[in-house]
């Protein structure tokens, strides 16, 4: 069975602190790992995803394969970056999108 | 621009009562998810359809809920008879699941999935 687990359910930073939010993973086929961010009235949407190995508003992630975790970084938070965080998983047969339950990052001025 | 469109935004009803949630995806789309949003459980998978049929609803209490796709322009889940438990936001988001190349062997890719806004159920 695929699981994604955000072990944060809140994580508050100062505007320009480094960010981390975490997620794991177990599945035991190849994975695809995304990330979706909802902003404060706004939809649900997505960050970024693991094979476009692409940087998205300052935000990176890379997918560990021994660590199963697919963390999200960035160096300097910002303000606007305050959001609910969901860490995702599509196993490659089914296509089936699971999410994790989410982290919050509240940025401080 | 193309939109996932959900009705209703917001529903307040009563213990034992139907409710029916309605999900137009964007066209040309071939997958559709249902999730609820809790604070608890985050978002959890209902149910998924690709091209109308449904793939998995493992998720889903079968004894109260239901979900079905009457044609490609809409989606629904229903909840008959409902329970203060099933208070939470409902998710339906739509994409377009392609035949490629995955790890170097044939399969199908998600793209990425849009969201609607939400229905925010309330069951009293």
């Known amino acids: 069975a695929q699981r994604v687990t955000q072990p944060e359910k809140l994580l508050s930073v100062f505007k320009g602190a480094p960010v981390e939010l975490k997620c794991n993973y177990s599945?035991?086929?190849?994975?695809?790992l995304f990330w979706y961010v909802q902003y404060s009235r706004q939809r649900l949407q997505l960050l970024l995803r693991?094979?476009s190995r692409e940087s998205i508003k300052g935000f990176t992630a890379d997918l560990n394969k021994g660590e199963t975790s697919f963390h999200l970084k960035k160096p300097f938070a910002q303000e606007e970056d305050s959001a609910m965080y969901y860490c995702?998983?599509?196993?490659?047969?089914?296509?089936?999108?699971?999410f994790g339950t989410g982290t919050r990052l509240l940025v401080s001025p | 621009d193309a939109r996932v469109t959900q009705t209703p935004r917001h529903k307040v009803t009563e213990m034992g009562q139907e409710v029916t949630m309605r999900c137009q995806p964007i066209?040309?789309?071939?997958?559709v998810f249902w999730y609820r949003q809790t604070m608890m459980q985050g978002l959890e998978l209902l149910a998924y359809?690709?091209?109308?049929?449904?793939?998995?609803d493992s998720g889903m209490p079968k004894d109260r809920f239901s979900a079905e796709m009457p044609d490609a322009t809409l989606a629904t889940l229903k909840i008959q008879p409902s329970e203060p438990r099933d208070s939470a936001v409902y998710f339906c988001?739509?994409?377009?699941?392609?035949?490629?190349?995955?790890?170097?062997?044939?399969?199908?890719?998600?793209?990425?999935?849009?969201f609607g806004e939400g229905s925010r159920l309330t069951v009293l």
């Open positions: 988001a739509s994409g377009l699941v392609q035949r490629g190349v995955t790890s170097g062997r044939q399969g199908h890719r998600t793209g990425e999935l849009f």
């Open positions: 599945y035991s086929g190849s994975p695809e």
């Open positions: 693991h094979i």
């Open positions: 995702a998983l599509v196993n490659t047969g089914f296509q089936k999108l699971v």
């Open positions: 066209l040309g789309h071939n997958t």
């Open positions: 359809f690709r091209n109308r049929a449904p793939l998995d």
